[in-house]
Nanobody, 119 residues
Framework: VQLQASGGGLVQAGGYLRLSCAAS????????TGWFRQAPGKEREFVAA?????YYTDSVKGRFTISRDNAKNTVYLQMASLKPEDTAVYYC????????????????WGQGTQVTVSS
């Protein structure tokens, strides 16, 4: 599975972005897909994941929405009410089975897309 993340950019606090993670090489449907982020000097952290259910880290609940379009083999992360602390490189990843919040359990990774939120 090859993953291509896109949609990052520069946005003001309170703004909105939608990230996309397009998969090729194999259908997404049997895989859990997660979004992670990594800010400078910090460890990569879990943001959200989806397979049959959706999962979110507490800091993004109510602001971010993960969804998938199996026909397009794409997973989305809609990010609203963005805050400066959301600034990071965002990565999508996929793994067989149930989603996990642990990066090392994911098998496939996209290249990352930069999200910068200005105050």
């Amino acid at each position: 599975v090859q993953l291509q993340a896109s949609g990052g950019g520069l946005v003001q606090a309170g703004g909105y972005l939608r990230l996309s993670c397009a998969a090729s090489g194999r259908t997404f449907s049997g895989y859990a897909t997660g979004w992670f982020r990594q800010a400078p000097g910090k460890e990569r952290e879990f943001v959200a994941a989806i397979r049959l259910l959706t999962y979110y880290t507490d800091s993004v609940k109510g602001r971010f929405t993960i969804s998938r379009d199996n026909a397009k083999n794409t997973v989305y992360l809609q990010m609203a009410s963005l805050k400066p602390e959301d600034t990071a490189v965002y990565y999508c990843a996929a793994m067989p089975g149930r989603p996990s919040a642990t990066p090392n359990e994911y098998v496939y990774w996209g290249q990352g897309t930069q999200v910068t939120v200005s105050s």
